[in-house]
Structure formats: structure tokens, C-alpha cells
């Protein structure tokens, strides 16, 4: 639907107010009627880079969710002030991985003797105390943009990776990019004692995988993938890598979402396309190229609700706030965490590419 052309008038004043003092970033999941006040948009890598270069914008309102408003906070400066519109905007994915679960798992790789010889990778999609723990023990952030090139530099630091906290990235990944063998991937469940391995499955292991998913992306079936090929002649299958891994290997193309979107922009006029990514860009895509068939991977998939959060009302509102005066929904990490979770994120924006 049309957004309420009473609040896009009240945004755009907002935004003319507050000029060069603003910028605001929009993640692709985001709906359109927030999209459209993005001064830039982008995948959380390209997300990041933007931020950590807008030296001059007193305020970042991010339009996207609490990890990738975190990391912004990382990477600015200290009298930057970084804004999520609305405070529920979280991430069940980034939930799955908890700090002082993620120092047991520790733990058990050091009772096993693998400790020393791991090292710690967590996807973006994590909270500001996972990156720090990785930070600290000589690890690394990554996106689903570089994740490849990620793993070559933590497998040249040590014999094995611990990948948080998405197990289908992490698995997608390490087989179909770095060519390893599905049971060289061992799962490590937190709610399971020692996390369900034995230290004899954990020392044969080169990547062990946390047990997160995507709650959105985790649901596209292999199945749905049979249906489209039968429905739609010659289709072609494109999916984001936080997909299951029996998905990825029947799909044509896996990317993130700017690999999504530059991929469709450069599709043959009258080409044939099944999306596996987030609602709201799959939309925004077919709306963009009516010259191509773009349709969603499997019905049943829906929003990213945490994503959805973020409306115009509550994004008018951030605005207006800070026109008043009032800095509303900041987000801030302590000064020691940030510091670890720096040289994670700083240790990915520095690899080439
Ligand atoms: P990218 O923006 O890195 O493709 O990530 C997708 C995602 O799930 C963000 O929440
Ligand atoms: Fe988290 Fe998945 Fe939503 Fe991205 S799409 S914010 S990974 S739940």
C-alpha cells in the first residue's frame, strides 16, 4: 500500500530540517515507505563501510536492525550517535548465540585440547559481546558478502574455525566455497551438555558450526526449488547462503542481497527468476524490472517481522525527536566492548575485495 502522504510530508520535512547533520541508512529487507528516505541503501557489509564514512553526520538513524545499529555505534565516532527508530528491531538469529554461551562452547574446546588451535568467526548478524569475544581471541567478523574470503584468512591463523552463530552460512560456505567435506562440519548445539560433541568429533572437526539459523531464510525448502523448475520453464533459482545447505546445492546462483540485486539488474530482458531471500526486497525487485518474471522462492516464507518493525511512523517520530532536540532509541555499546568488536570488524573491512 501507498504510504500516509501525511507522514512522508512530516519525514520530508524532518529530514530538511536536520540536513547535513543526518544521514540515514536502510538495510534492503526494510519496507519501501523507509526505503524511501534512505539517503543510502545496501547489504549490512555495505551498511557498515557507509557508516564508519559519514564522519560528519551528528545523527545515523538506522533503518534496519539492532546488531547492524551496534556495529554502526562501533565504527563511528564517539560524538556520532547512532538511532534505531524502533527498539524491538532485534534479530532471532543474532539472539541464538549468547555470550556467556558462547564462553562455555569455549570452554569445551578447551578441555578438548582445540582452543589454541580455533579460530573464532562470527557473522555480522551477531550482538556487539559476540564480535568482542571474537576480537579478543584473535578472530574475525564476516558478512554474506565475504564470507569466503573470511575462512581463507582465519584457515591461514589456524586449523579450525568456530562459525557464529549461523550454522547455514557457516556450512554453505565452507563446502560449496572452500571445497570442504560435509563431515569435516560438526554442529555445535548450546543446549546440549558439551554442546552435544565428543572431543574426539571436535578435534577431527575443521569448522564447528553453531546451531542458529534465520528464521526467515531457514524455512525456503528444497522442496519449493522442484516446484518452481516444474511450474516455471527454465527459471533460474537465486538464494541468499543463510539458506539450507539442501537448498543452496539445488539453487542456480547463492548471494547476499547486493549480489541479489546487481545479478537481476544484469538479467536478460524476459528471463525468469525465483527469489529465496526477504519479502520485501523479492517485492521491490519484481516491482523494479517489470521486464523480467521475478517471482518469491515459497509462499508459505514471510516477512522478516523484526526487519518490519521498523515503519514510517516510528521512523517519522526518530526524526522528529530530533529536530526537537531529542535524541531518541540511541544505541550504544561500552566503550570495552566496542574496542574487541572494532578489531573484529576492522580485521574483515581491512582484507582486500
Ligand atoms: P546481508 O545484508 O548481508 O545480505 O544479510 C542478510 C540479512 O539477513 C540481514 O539481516
Ligand atoms: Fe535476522 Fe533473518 Fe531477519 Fe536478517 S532476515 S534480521 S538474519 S531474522
Known amino acids: 500500500p501507498a504510504s500516509d502522504p501525511a507522514l512522508v510530508e512530516r519525514a520530508r520535512r524532518a529530514k530538511a530540517a536536520l540536513g547535513d547533520r543526518l544521514f540515514v541508512l536502510g538495510h534492503h529487507y526494510q519496507r519501501d515507505e523507509v526505503i524511501q528516505f534512505a539517503d543510502v541503501t545496501g ?184 516446484d518452481v523448475r516444474a511450474r516455471i520453464p527454465g527459471v533460474k533459482v537465486l538464494v541468499h547462503p543463510e539458506c539450507q545447505h539442501e537448498v543452496v546445492l539445488k539453487a542456480d546462483l547463492v548471494g547476499s542481497t547486493e549480489f541479489i540485486i546487481k545479478t537481476l539488474e544484469q538479467a536478460p530482458e524476459g528471463s525468469a527468476w525465483a527469489i529465496g531471500t526477504e519479502l520485501n526486497l523479492v517485492k521491490r525487485l519484481a516491482n523494479a524490472h517489470p521486464d523480467k518474471q521475478i517471482a518469491f522462492l515459497e509462499k508459505t516464507v514471510c516477512y522478516c517481522a523484526t526487519m518490519n518493525r521498523i515503519d514510517l511512523p516510528h521512523l517519522v517520530w526518530a526524526l522528529e525527536q530530533l529536530v526537537e532536540g531529542n535524541v531518541v532509541n540511541q544505541i550504544t555499546v561500552d566503550e570495552e566492548t566496542s574496542r574487541y568488536a572494532r578489531e573484529a570488524l576492522q580485521r574483515m573491512l581491512d582484507l582486500p575485495g
Not at 149 to 155: I, K, Q, R, Y
Open 43 to 226: 547489504d549490512s557489509f555495505k551498511l557498515a563501510r557507509e557508516a564508519a564514512a559519514r564522519p560528519e553526520a551528528e545523527f545515523i538513524v538506522f533503518c534496519g536492525v539492532h546488531f547492524m545499529a551496534e556495529s554502526a555505534d562501533i565504527l563511528t565516532a564517539p560524538e556520532q550517535k547512532v538511532i534505531l527508530p524502533d527498539l524491538a528491531a532485534g534479530c532471532s538469529m543474532a539472539d541464538m548465540a549468547r555470550l556467556a554461551q558462547v564462553e562455555d562452547a569455549w570452554d569445551v574446546l578447551a578441555a578438548a585440547g582445540v582452543a589454541d588451535v580455533t579460530v573464532p568467526v562470527t557473522y555480522m548478524n551477531s550482538s556487539a559481546d559476540i564480535k568482542a569475544f571474537c576480537g579478543r581471541h584473535g578472530g574475525v567478523v564476516c558478512t554474506s558478502s565475504n564470507a569466503k574470503s573470511v575462512l581463507e584468512w582465519a584457515f591461514q591463523r589456524g586449523e579450525k574455525v568456530l562459525f557464529l552463530p549461523d550454522q547455514h552460512l557457516g556450512r554453505n560456505t565452507a563446502v560449496l566455497q572452500l571445497g570442504l567435506g560435509l563431515d569435516e562440519c560438526v554442529v555445535y548445539d548450546p543446549h546440549r551438555p558439551d554442546g552435544g560433541l565428543t572431543a574426539e568429533q571436535l578435534a577431527a572437526a575443521k569448522v564447528i558450526l553453531w546451531k542458529g539459523h534465520c528464521s526467515v531464510h531457514g524455512r525456503f525448502t528444497a522442496e519449493a526449488v522442484d
